[in-house]
């Protein structure tokens, strides 16, 4: 997911302003529960949402690996079921 492109660059640029931002899709036909949808989204949200609010170039893979075991901590708080792994592994 973070190495998702936003803005392809194909796309020329007179219509790169029509594009308003990106969507995750959780297809569930195969996801038993709540939990388990939790754990299939999170922290994949958390990618998603730094490459449709942060610029290319301001985007930097370890720094984001860094930020998001704050966000580890904040889901552990509030009881989300999430993909714990090495960071080398998160996003693969």
Same mark, same amino acid.
């Given at each position: 997911? &973070?190495?998702?492109? #936003?803005?392809?660059?194909? %796309? !020329?640029?007179?219509?790169? @302003?029509?594009?308003?931002?990106?969507?995750? +899709?959780?297809?569930?036909?195969?996801?038993?529960?709540?939990?388990?949808?939790? &754990?299939?989204?999170? #922290?994949?949200?958390?990618? %998603? !949402?730094?490459?449709?609010? @942060?610029?290319?170039?301001?985007?930097?893979? +370890?720094?984001?690996?860094?930020?998001?075991?704050?966000?580890?901590?904040?889901?552990?708080?509030?009881?989300?079921?999430?993909?714990?792994?090495?960071?080398?592994?998160?996003?693969?």
């Amino acid at each position: 997911m &973070y190495s998702f492109e #936003p803005l392809p660059a194909k %796309l !020329a640029p007179q219509y790169q @302003s029509h594009i308003l931002g990106a969507q995750e +899709n959780l297809w569930t036909e195969y996801v038993p529960n709540f939990k388990h949808a939790q &754990y299939m989204a999170f #922290p994949r949200v958390c990618a %998603l !949402a730094e490459v449709t609010w @942060s610029p290319k170039a301001s985007r930097n893979w +370890n720094d984001f690996t860094r930020r998001l075991q704050t966000h580890f901590q904040r889901f552990d708080q509030i009881g989300i079921n999430y993909r714990k792994g090495t960071p080398e592994r998160i996003g693969e």
